[in-house]
């Protein structure tokens, strides 16, 4: 009788660690891949109303839309980049990509910069200052992998 009880244990043991990482798992997935996180801070931060926020969201679907497009267009010359491997073409032909993919991530860095230059104009003067503020924190907010601040 006793293994019978150690055996119940045991499985009632291992229903309550499945239960725990199941709970943590959908913790997980309410976080999502950045979606609200950067949105929610700069709303928060810079104190927006309810129709600065959705001023907001428009600019962030705008700017979503845009650096989709770009990205496309990069990872395209990317695989042609790295296609070319397979040819052993000479390097006339992957300096020409090389460039394409400059000119491409400069897009890229324009577009952002445009996006923020917008989303300070939904600021009112008093948020001004906030926004200024913001501006440290941005490479941190966005970065893909959390970065180290300097001091």
Known sequence: MKKQNLFK????LFFLINIVILFIMSKRHQIGPRGEGPKKIIIEKLHFDKSQAEAYQLLIDDHR???????????????KLYSSLKDDENGLNTDSLMTKINVVQLDIEKVHYHHFQDIKSLCQPDQKPLFDKLTEEMTFLFSPKPLKKKR
């Open 65 to 79: 839309m845009k650096i989709n497009t770009l990205e496309s267009q990069l990872m395209d010359l990317k695989n």
């Open 9 to 12: 244990y045991i499985a009632i």
